[in-house]
């Protein structure tokens, strides 16, 4: 998805994130490669999470169950701007 967390810049951009949403963003990031997305004369359409793969790297990481939850909240944020068209 190419979001990178690193130290803010000198320009003053913050992106701050609460401290109880930490891990569920973790997750978001981690589950980044099992996106579902198909491919047509379009363009790339991000269809959603593959759960079952998900579900494999939140137990690789010792996820709570709630996490889950808050992974598929951020699945529909992310789905309207990953599949957004360009004028």
Same mark, same amino acid.
């Given at each position: 998805?190419?979001?990178?967390?690193?130290? +803010?810049?000198?320009?003053?951009?913050? @992106?701050?994130?609460? +401290?109880?949403?930490?891990?569920?963003?973790?997750?978001?990031?981690?589950?980044?490669?099992?996106?579902?997305?198909?491919?047509?004369?379009?363009?790339?359409?991000?269809?959603?999470?593959?759960?079952?793969?998900?579900?494999?790297? #939140?137990?690789?990481?010792?996820? +709570?169950?709630?996490?889950?939850?808050? #992974?598929?909240?951020?699945?529909?944020?992310?789905? +309207?701007? @990953?599949?957004?068209?360009?004028?």
């Amino acid at each position: 998805m190419g979001v990178r967390i690193s130290q +803010p810049s000198n320009s003053g951009d913050v @992106l701050e994130i609460m +401290p109880t949403n930490w891990r569920s963003l973790m997750a978001f990031l981690e589950c980044q490669t099992q996106w579902r997305v198909a491919a047509g004369m379009a363009g790339l359409i991000w269809l959603g999470l593959d759960y079952s793969a998900c579900k494999l790297v #939140l137990d690789s990481l010792g996820a +709570p169950a709630g996490i889950f939850a808050d #992974l598929r909240f951020l699945e529909t944020c992310a789905l +309207p701007i @990953l599949n957004e068209v360009d004028a």
